[in-house]
Structure formats: structure tokens, C-alpha cells
């Protein structure tokens, strides 16, 4: 069974840094795609960024291009998500997943395990 573990939300002002880490559980974390999703109170869970099973290959959603990163460790068995000059727009509960093949996917139904979410808040 895989359990996927996020760290690093919390309370933030506009224009602040946060980092967001994924601990996964399990041996095989570096043959997946592993990704980050968010949820804002009252909206649809949204694609955030994905990550391929090397790191050599990353997509991120347009609005986000150029203020978030993603990276992994696969010595580790952790993906993060860097997030530099953050919203109030950003507030939201970010998950990481486990895709279901090494490639990467911006699809919510190619993700198979999902971490509980960790709660980011930007204040004004």
C-alpha cells in the first residue's frame, strides 16, 4: 500500500515562500509520475504541476508558470513544490498524488493515491 504524506502548508502573506514536501511510502516511488493538485474552499479540485519518474520532465498549469517548481528526490522518496511570490489566490488545500505510470499527466483520473492535502493560506 502506497501513503503519500504532505508537509510545509501554513499561514502565509502575499508575496511569500513556501515550500511543500511529499513523503511516499513504498520502493517503487521513482517508476511513477507524481503530481500536485490543489482545492479551494467551494471549487473543484485543480492541476497544479506533474513531475516525471527521472524529474527530467515537469508541466505546470499556465497560471502558474514561472512562480511554482516542482522537483523530487527519489533517494528520498519526496516531490515538492516550491511556491515563490504567493496569492491570496493560492489559498487552498494542495495534495500530492501517485500517478499510475512513470509518465507525466495533468489528468486527476490517472492518479491512483492521493495524500491527505495540506492546508496553504495567503493573507492580504
Known amino acids: 500500500q502506497v501513503q503519500l504524506v504532505e508537509s510545509g502548508g501554513g499561514l502565509v502573506q502575499a508575496g511569500g515562500s513556501l515550500r511543500l514536501s511529499c513523503a511516499a511510502s513504498g520502493r517503487t516511488f521513482s517508476s511513477y509520475a507524481m503530481g500536485w493538485f490543489r482545492q479551494a474552499a467551494g471549487k473543484d479540485r485543480e492541476f497544479v504541476a506533474t513531475?516525471?519518474?527521472?524529474?527530467?520532465?515537469?508541466i505546470y498549469a499556465d497560471s502558474l508558470k514561472g512562480r511554482f517548481t516542482i522537483a523530487r528526490d527519489n533517494t528520498k522518496n519526496t516531490v515538492y513544490l516550491q511556491m515563490n511570490s504567493l496569492k491570496p489566490e493560492d489559498t487552498a488545500v494542495y495534495y500530492c498524488a501517485r500517478s499510475n505510470g512513470p509518465t507525466i499527466t495533468t489528468l486527476t483520473q490517472n492518479y491512483n493515491y492521493w495524500g491527505q492535502g495540506t492546508q496553504v493560506t495567503v493573507s492580504s
Open positions: 513531475i516525471s519518474w527521472s524529474g527530467a520532465g515537469t
